[in-house]
């Protein structure tokens, strides 16, 4: 097995638990578009080489646990959020220095906030007397740029937000639209693939990368399936499925969650037969 996580403390966890299988195990710590260079020094082939590939998306209940990596709206900690503690980037670099529109694109495209300018424009006017540095700081700013009455619907104020700087800092919608190619790429005949999102920007990604490998590659318009141009892929799942309401009550954080899987079905154009 490899695992691959950019958390050194994930890596770390996971060393301890699969102690006793460490001689099939290699943990790599990279981003999940590391994936080729990982196959690639544990002397795999990138192409249909890898029986299974699972990607467990988004922010982990240790991350969020953790108060001082600054994910958690809930808990006051350094504006950080960055998931590889090494790379450069904050969220308070982001809340502090990107231009007004920059924020707004940010909180709009990854966070689906629908009051982005507004909390922007706000942002920038207190940044200029004092820069954020405190969860809390930001929490509190966002309570006064949300109307009262959105922020008594549709969960807590600051839970887009954080979600939006989250992303940006970790560029993690890049890194997924490069990964699951690449793993698509990697497996073998009948293997599976199986991807686990926690919010629809993730979801979306995976929806349309999924039916493009389920689909035929006959050219549209032909009568009939050319030969060795069928689907390379087929789903597993019935669109995305999700935890029940006995795992939710076991598991609050399951609740999110919205799993497919594919199974490879026919080697890829040009790659040799068994």
Do not use: C, W
């Amino acid at each position: 097995m490899i695992g691959l996580d950019r958390d050194p403390s994930a890596l770390q966890i996971a060393r301890g638990r699969l102690a006793p299988f460490a001689d099939r195990i290699t943990l790599v710590h990279t981003r999940y578009d590391g994936i080729v260079n990982a196959l690639t020094e544990s002397g795999y082939d990138t192409v249909e080489s890898v029986d299974g590939v699972l990607f467990d998306l988004g922010v982990s209940s240790m991350q969020l646990d953790r108060a001082e990596r600054g994910f958690a709206y809930a808990k006051d900690a350094p504006l950080d959020m960055r998931m590889d503690p090494s790379s450069s980037l904050t969220a308070a670099d982001i809340v502090n220095t990107y231009s007004e529109a920059e924020l707004a694109d940010i909180l709009h495209r990854y966070g689906e906030e629908r009051f982005a300018r507004r909390i922007a424009a706000q942002l920038v006017r207190r940044r200029a007397r004092t820069p954020f540095t405190t969860t809390a700081e930001l929490v509190a700013l966002l309570y006064e740029a949300i109307p009262a009455p959105a922020r008594r619907t549709g969960g807590h104020p600051a839970k887009r937000t954080f979600q939006a700087l989250r992303v940006a800092v970790n560029d993690e919608l890049e890194s997924l639209r490069n990964a699951v190619p690449a793993a698509l790429d990697a497996l073998a005949v009948a293997g599976r693939i199986v991807v686990m999102a926690y919010q629809s920007l993730e979801d979306r990604i995976v929806k349309r990368l999924f039916a493009d490998a389920t689909a035929s590659r006959t050219p549209p318009g032909l009568p009939m399936e050319l030969p060795g141009h069928g689907p390379l892929f087929r789903s597993l799942t019935h669109g995305a499925e999700k935890a029940d309401a006995a795992e939710v009550e076991r598991n609050p954080r399951s609740a999110p969650v919205r799993l497919r899987a594919l199974q490879r079905i026919e080697h890829a154009r040009g790659k040799a037969q068994a």
